[in-house]
């Protein structure tokens, strides 16, 4: 990730539902990620009901919680944390990869934005200052999340009004999946 951070649009996150699914592995520097997630959500004003913890074993389970909250049509957004160090094999390669087009896959089956917040580092001081330090990585992943569930909010309203205006042509549904 850059350190070249966008400015975050101010958003009023009263009606937003999210779920956070967090990883256990290099637990200490998760629960960072989330307390700054979960505080720059709650400063947006998303109350503590509108957001579903819900804890697994390690990153490389994150994206089978991810698709079942995902598809349960109960959030706005899904945001996935976890931390990955390097270690002496390539087992985090395998973890980002692996999961990063996972994250991916459940965004565009399920249609609910999904924030891929596993960090993956090649020492632990990286990964402390992406979660401890300045580079803060989740309170940018809290102003992601309440960006990307508004523009699912808006953007889903949106493509229901195309498909229902192809249906009332007598036409199939535009996005409808096969």
């Known amino acids: 990730m850059s350190q070249d951070k966008p400015i975050p649009d101010a958003i009023d996150g009263a ?8 990883a256990g592995y290099n637990g ?8 700054n997630l979960v505080k720059t959500l709650r400063a947006a004003n998303v109350s503590e009901d509108n957001i579903r913890q ?10 089978y919680a991810a698709y079942m909250v995902a598809m349960s ?12 160090i390097a270690g002496d094999t390539p087992h985090h390669e395998i973890i980002a990869h ?7 896959d459940v965004a565009l089956r399920a249609e609910v934005a999904v924030i891929n917040g596993i960090i993956v580092t090649n020492t632990r001081a990286q990964a402390i200052e992406r979660c401890q330090g300045a580079l803060d990585r989740g309170t940018e992943f809290g102003h992601a999340a309440l ?10 309203e949106r493509l229901d009004q195309v498909e229902d205006e192809e249906r009332k042509r007598g036409g199939t549904e535009p996005f409808a999946q096969n």
Do not use: N, W
């Open 54 to 63: 819900i804890d697994v074993p390690g990153s490389g389970e994150i994206p």
């Open 147 to 156: 960006t990307m569930a508004r523009h699912r909010i808006t953007l889903g």
């Open 98 to 104: 692996s999961t990063a087009k996972a994250l991916q």
């Open 28 to 35: 200490e520097l998760v629960e960072d990620l989330r307390r």
């Open 15 to 22: 009606e937003l539902r999210f779920a956070i699914v967090a």
């Open 73 to 84: 049509g109960d959030y706005d957004c899904v945001i996935g944390l976890g931390v990955v």
